[in-house]
């Protein structure tokens, strides 16, 4: 079975002990064919370009053959959009202006290895930062997704109608970049909206809960062509492996998940969304 995750976390301190082993070696023994690990803080931004360089497509620094290919995502969480007004960070960053975190990210998002920029988006949740910034914020990341011409990775938390008009807003003002609205948590409706301006859909963990029924909907529904598959490990981890640490290895049961929703070949259903992931992240 061919597995590939579209968002993943690997600088989480959940990695700390066995970070090394897995993407050195386990992931790939595992059939995990890529990974795309998302930045949501700048330091998370930093470290999955610096993963990307580590654990390129030609060949890994070490243990060439051994290592899954890894690529980047940077970008702001929108938990971590105060980055943007002067606040300082978890670990101590602080920068004078806005225009000094948007030309890091700028710098970080040309390295090679980097496809998207991500994860951005809104989160009304825990409101970290209030709906002016974070849309401020995600607006602007949107922008220079489309200054790149990269595609975005979506995050989206208790902020379904909005997140859509801004991403719809930037639609309709002709910067149409693509991408993947990740973890998807909307409506079908919704869903079918987002599929129409060309956005697939980040399918994880949740589609095999029993308690999913909207988002097995969404898969049933949508066709196969606008699904991919991801982890957000170490987060949201499948049946059987509800509530421990999450890693790539456990999307063959996102896959097959998919596959018996959709009625497919497990096999054929696998090739299928890793083929999307290569498209929309144009490897």
Request: hydrophobic share 35%; net charge negative.
């Amino acid at each position: 079975m061919l597995i590939c995750d579209t968002h993943a976390h690997y600088d989480d301190e959940a990695f700390d002990q066995d970070r090394e082993l897995l993407l050195g070696s386990e992931l790939k023994a595992g059939g995990v064919e890529f990974v795309v690990n998302m930045g949501a803080s700048m330091e998370g931004a930093r470290a999955s370009a610096a993963y990307a360089r580590r654990y390129p497509k030609h060949g890994p620094e070490n243990g060439a053959g051994t290592c899954v290919v890894m690529y980047a995502g940077c970008g702001i969480h929108p938990d971590d959009t105060g980055v943007f007004e002067g606040k300082e960070t978890t670990s101590g960053l602080r920068y004078a202006h806005p225009d000094d975190v948007m030309q890091e990210l700028r710098n970080l998002c040309g390295q090679e290895g980097v496809v998207c920029v991500g994860e951005i988006g809104l989160d009304y949740h825990w409101m970290v930062e209030t709906k002016e910034v974070q849309q401020k914020w995600f607006r602007e990341q949107m922008r220079l997704a489309y200054e790149l011409q990269l595609p975005i990775n979506v995050h989206s938390r208790d902020a379904a109608q909005d997140t859509f008009d801004l991403i719809r807003e930037n639609y309709d003002a002709g910067r149409f970049t693509g991408g993947v609205i990740h973890c998807y948590s909307g409506s079908l409706e919704l869903a079918r909206e987002y599929v129409k301006m060309g956005y697939l859909i980040g399918v994880g963990g949740v589609v095999t809960f029993k308690n999913a029924k909207t988002l097995k909907k969404v898969v049933q529904e949508i066709p196969p062509e606008f699904l991919v598959t991801e982890t957000d490990c170490p987060y949201l981890a499948p049946e059987p492996h509800r509530g421990k640490r999450n890693d790539s290895r456990n999307i063959r049961y996102v896959i097959e998940a998919i596959a018996a929703l959709k009625e497919m070949d497990t096999d054929t259903c696998a090739q299928v969304l890793q083929e999307n992931a290569l498209s929309v992240y144009r490897i």
